[in-house]
Protein backbone atom coordinates (compact mmCIF):
# COMPACT_ATOMS: atom_id res chain seq x y z
CA UNK A 1 0.00 0.00 0.00
CA UNK A 2 1.02 3.73 -0.71
CA UNK A 3 -0.07 6.72 0.80
CA UNK A 4 1.00 10.23 0.83
CA UNK A 5 0.52 12.82 3.63
CA UNK A 6 0.99 16.99 3.27
CA UNK A 7 1.23 18.33 6.86
CA UNK A 8 -0.30 22.05 6.01
CA UNK A 9 -3.43 22.82 4.06
CA UNK A 10 -2.79 26.61 3.95
CA UNK A 11 0.48 27.82 3.80
CA UNK A 12 1.12 32.01 3.03
CA UNK A 13 4.67 33.14 2.58
CA UNK A 14 5.38 36.98 1.62
CA UNK A 15 6.53 37.73 -1.79
CA UNK A 16 10.33 36.93 -1.90
CA UNK A 17 10.32 34.60 1.43
CA UNK A 18 11.20 30.71 1.04
CA UNK A 19 8.35 28.18 0.34
CA UNK A 20 8.48 25.53 1.88
CA UNK A 21 5.99 22.75 1.45
CA UNK A 22 5.83 19.09 3.52
CA UNK A 23 5.02 15.81 2.52
CA UNK A 24 5.53 12.51 4.14
CA UNK A 25 4.65 9.40 1.79
CA UNK A 26 4.56 5.26 3.02
CA UNK A 27 5.63 2.87 0.57
CA UNK A 28 6.45 -0.84 0.40
CA UNK A 29 8.49 -0.54 -2.48
CA UNK A 30 11.02 2.46 -3.85
CA UNK A 31 8.51 4.88 -4.69
CA UNK A 32 7.96 7.12 -7.79
CA UNK A 33 7.60 10.69 -6.29
CA UNK A 34 5.83 13.79 -8.31
CA UNK A 35 4.63 17.42 -7.05
CA UNK A 36 2.27 18.58 -9.12
CA UNK A 37 0.37 22.12 -9.39
CA UNK A 38 -3.00 23.21 -9.85
CA UNK A 39 -3.74 26.90 -10.97
CA UNK A 40 -7.36 27.76 -10.24
CA UNK A 41 -10.06 26.39 -12.88
CA UNK A 42 -7.33 24.44 -14.41
CA UNK A 43 -6.20 20.75 -14.43
CA UNK A 44 -2.79 19.69 -12.69
CA UNK A 45 0.62 20.18 -14.57
CA UNK A 46 4.13 18.47 -13.51
CA UNK A 47 6.40 20.34 -11.19
CA UNK A 48 9.28 17.59 -10.78
CA UNK A 49 9.82 14.55 -10.02
CA UNK A 50 11.82 11.77 -8.71
CA UNK A 51 12.67 8.68 -10.44
CA UNK A 52 15.71 7.19 -7.91
CA UNK A 53 18.51 9.27 -10.17
CA UNK A 54 19.23 12.13 -8.19
CA UNK A 55 17.82 12.69 -4.62
CA UNK A 56 17.93 16.85 -5.38
CA UNK A 57 15.21 17.12 -7.81
CA UNK A 58 14.93 20.40 -9.97
CA UNK A 59 11.54 21.37 -11.38
CA UNK A 60 10.04 24.40 -13.40
CA UNK A 61 9.24 27.84 -12.00
CA UNK A 62 12.53 27.22 -9.52
CA UNK A 63 10.94 24.22 -7.67
CA UNK A 64 13.05 21.80 -5.96
CA UNK A 65 12.35 18.93 -3.45
CA UNK A 66 14.82 16.97 -2.03
CA UNK A 67 14.04 12.95 -1.88
CA UNK A 68 15.28 11.80 2.03
CA UNK A 69 15.15 8.33 2.32
CA UNK A 70 15.31 8.23 6.20
CA UNK A 71 12.58 10.87 6.90
CA UNK A 72 10.60 9.27 3.95
CA UNK A 73 9.84 12.62 2.89
CA UNK A 74 9.77 14.64 -0.37
CA UNK A 75 9.42 18.37 0.42
CA UNK A 76 8.91 21.03 -2.11
CA UNK A 77 10.92 24.45 -1.88
CA UNK A 78 11.60 27.90 -3.64
CA UNK A 79 14.25 29.84 -2.45
CA UNK A 80 11.91 33.54 -2.91
CA UNK A 81 8.17 33.28 -3.75
CA UNK A 82 6.57 35.08 -6.21
CA UNK A 83 2.68 36.08 -6.56
CA UNK A 84 2.33 33.75 -10.17
CA UNK A 85 3.25 30.94 -7.30
CA UNK A 86 -0.09 31.59 -5.78
CA UNK A 87 -1.97 28.23 -6.58
CA UNK A 88 -2.55 24.54 -4.63
CA UNK A 89 0.33 21.91 -4.83
CA UNK A 90 -0.12 17.89 -4.78
CA UNK A 91 2.54 15.25 -3.54
CA UNK A 92 2.03 11.97 -5.09
CA UNK A 93 3.62 8.82 -5.00
CA UNK A 94 3.88 5.73 -7.76
CA UNK A 95 4.93 2.49 -6.46
CA UNK A 96 2.34 0.54 -7.17
CA UNK A 97 2.32 -0.22 -11.08
CA UNK A 98 0.09 0.36 -13.69
CA UNK A 99 0.59 3.70 -13.33
CA UNK A 100 -1.70 3.94 -9.91
CA UNK A 101 -0.59 7.68 -8.42
CA UNK A 102 -1.91 8.44 -5.21
CA UNK A 103 -1.90 12.14 -4.42
CA UNK A 104 -1.54 13.61 -1.27
CA UNK A 105 -4.63 16.29 -0.07
CA UNK A 106 -3.17 19.16 -1.25
CA UNK A 107 -1.83 22.23 0.08
CA UNK A 108 -2.72 25.59 -1.01
CA UNK A 109 0.00 28.59 -0.86
CA UNK A 110 -0.96 32.20 -0.86
CA UNK A 111 1.62 34.63 -1.31
CA UNK A 112 1.32 37.92 0.34
CA UNK A 113 2.73 40.70 -1.80
CA UNK B 1 -1.69 21.45 -28.81
CA UNK B 2 -4.50 20.23 -27.51
CA UNK B 3 -3.72 17.37 -24.98
CA UNK B 4 -6.79 16.36 -23.17
CA UNK B 5 -10.09 17.12 -23.87
CA UNK B 6 -13.19 16.92 -21.85
CA UNK B 7 -16.70 17.80 -22.45
CA UNK B 8 -18.54 19.36 -20.90
CA UNK B 9 -16.81 21.75 -18.74
CA UNK B 10 -20.23 22.42 -16.30
CA UNK B 11 -23.03 20.30 -15.83
CA UNK B 12 -26.28 20.75 -13.17
CA UNK B 13 -28.07 17.09 -13.49
CA UNK B 14 -31.07 16.13 -11.11
CA UNK B 15 -30.45 13.39 -8.27
CA UNK B 16 -31.71 10.32 -10.59
CA UNK B 17 -30.22 11.51 -14.05
CA UNK B 18 -27.74 9.50 -15.76
CA UNK B 19 -24.77 11.37 -18.01
CA UNK B 20 -21.48 10.43 -19.55
CA UNK B 21 -18.57 12.56 -19.34
CA UNK B 22 -16.34 12.54 -22.58
CA UNK B 23 -12.47 12.74 -22.55
CA UNK B 24 -9.64 12.96 -25.12
CA UNK B 25 -6.34 12.59 -25.99
CA UNK B 26 -4.02 12.97 -28.47
CA UNK B 27 -0.92 12.64 -27.24
CA UNK B 28 -0.47 8.55 -28.14
CA UNK B 29 -0.95 8.05 -24.48
CA UNK B 30 -1.67 3.79 -23.14
CA UNK B 31 -2.82 4.63 -20.02
CA UNK B 32 -5.87 6.88 -19.04
CA UNK B 33 -7.79 7.68 -15.88
CA UNK B 34 -10.63 9.15 -14.42
CA UNK B 35 -10.26 11.34 -10.79
CA UNK B 36 -12.09 13.27 -9.07
CA UNK B 37 -11.00 16.20 -6.69
CA UNK B 38 -13.27 17.25 -3.56
CA UNK B 39 -12.04 19.91 -1.37
CA UNK B 40 -9.73 18.59 1.37
CA UNK B 41 -9.71 15.28 -0.11
CA UNK B 42 -6.91 15.94 -3.22
CA UNK B 43 -7.82 13.73 -6.14
CA UNK B 44 -9.16 9.83 -5.77
CA UNK B 45 -9.34 7.39 -8.75
CA UNK B 46 -12.20 6.31 -9.93
CA UNK B 47 -11.59 4.39 -12.61
CA UNK B 48 -8.66 3.38 -14.88
CA UNK B 49 -7.77 2.01 -18.78
CA UNK B 50 -3.82 0.77 -18.74
CA UNK B 51 -4.48 0.14 -22.45
CA UNK B 52 -6.53 0.22 -25.14
CA UNK B 53 -9.25 -2.75 -24.54
CA UNK B 54 -8.81 -2.58 -20.85
CA UNK B 55 -10.57 -1.29 -17.72
CA UNK B 56 -10.01 -1.18 -13.49
CA UNK B 57 -11.29 -0.02 -10.58
CA UNK B 58 -9.66 2.94 -8.75
CA UNK B 59 -10.02 4.01 -5.03
CA UNK B 60 -13.80 5.44 -5.42
CA UNK B 61 -15.71 3.53 -8.31
CA UNK B 62 -19.24 3.01 -6.80
CA UNK B 63 -22.00 4.41 -8.61
CA UNK B 64 -19.42 4.88 -11.85
CA UNK B 65 -19.48 3.19 -15.29
CA UNK B 66 -16.11 3.39 -17.99
CA UNK B 67 -15.73 2.90 -21.55
CA UNK B 68 -12.33 2.67 -23.22
CA UNK B 69 -14.21 3.29 -26.83
CA UNK B 70 -10.36 3.33 -28.52
CA UNK B 71 -6.84 4.25 -27.63
CA UNK B 72 -7.75 7.96 -27.35
CA UNK B 73 -11.02 8.29 -25.64
CA UNK B 74 -12.07 7.37 -22.22
CA UNK B 75 -15.30 8.08 -20.98
CA UNK B 76 -17.04 7.95 -17.68
CA UNK B 77 -20.78 7.17 -17.08
CA UNK B 78 -22.78 8.42 -13.90
CA UNK B 79 -25.96 5.81 -14.05
CA UNK B 80 -28.19 7.91 -11.37
CA UNK B 81 -26.76 10.61 -10.14
CA UNK B 82 -26.40 11.08 -6.64
CA UNK B 83 -25.94 14.31 -4.74
CA UNK B 84 -22.75 12.86 -3.34
CA UNK B 85 -21.46 12.52 -7.15
CA UNK B 86 -21.17 16.27 -6.81
CA UNK B 87 -17.19 17.16 -7.55
CA UNK B 88 -14.87 18.35 -9.94
CA UNK B 89 -13.91 15.39 -12.76
CA UNK B 90 -10.29 15.03 -14.20
CA UNK B 91 -9.38 12.80 -17.10
CA UNK B 92 -5.74 12.25 -17.50
CA UNK B 93 -3.62 10.17 -19.28
CA UNK B 94 0.26 9.24 -19.90
CA UNK B 95 2.59 6.83 -21.51
CA UNK B 96 2.84 3.45 -19.83
CA UNK B 97 5.30 3.33 -17.21
CA UNK B 98 5.48 4.17 -13.53
CA UNK B 99 7.59 7.35 -13.82
CA UNK B 100 5.57 9.06 -16.42
CA UNK B 101 3.97 12.25 -15.95
CA UNK B 102 -0.21 12.62 -15.49
CA UNK B 103 -1.44 14.79 -18.30
CA UNK B 104 -4.50 16.34 -17.19
CA UNK B 105 -7.91 17.71 -18.66
CA UNK B 106 -9.12 21.12 -17.70
CA UNK B 107 -11.97 19.17 -15.66
CA UNK B 108 -15.64 18.98 -15.73
CA UNK B 109 -17.60 20.28 -12.88
CA UNK B 110 -20.66 18.41 -12.01
CA UNK B 111 -23.58 19.54 -9.76
CA UNK B 112 -26.43 16.95 -8.64
CA UNK B 113 -29.33 18.42 -7.04
Known amino acids: AQSVTQLGSHVSVSEGALVLLRCNYS??????LFWYVQYPNQGLQLLLK??????LVKGINGFEAEFKKSETSFHLTKPSAHMSDAAEYFCAVNSGGYQKVTFGTGTKLQVIP | NAGVTQTPKFQVLKTGQSMTLQCAQDMNHNSMYWYRQDPGMGLRLIYYSASEGTTDKGEVPNGYNVSRLNKREFSLRLESAAPSQTSVYFCASSATGLTGELFFGEGSRLTVL
Open chain 1, 27 to 32: SSVPPY
Open chain 1, 50 to 55: YTSAAT
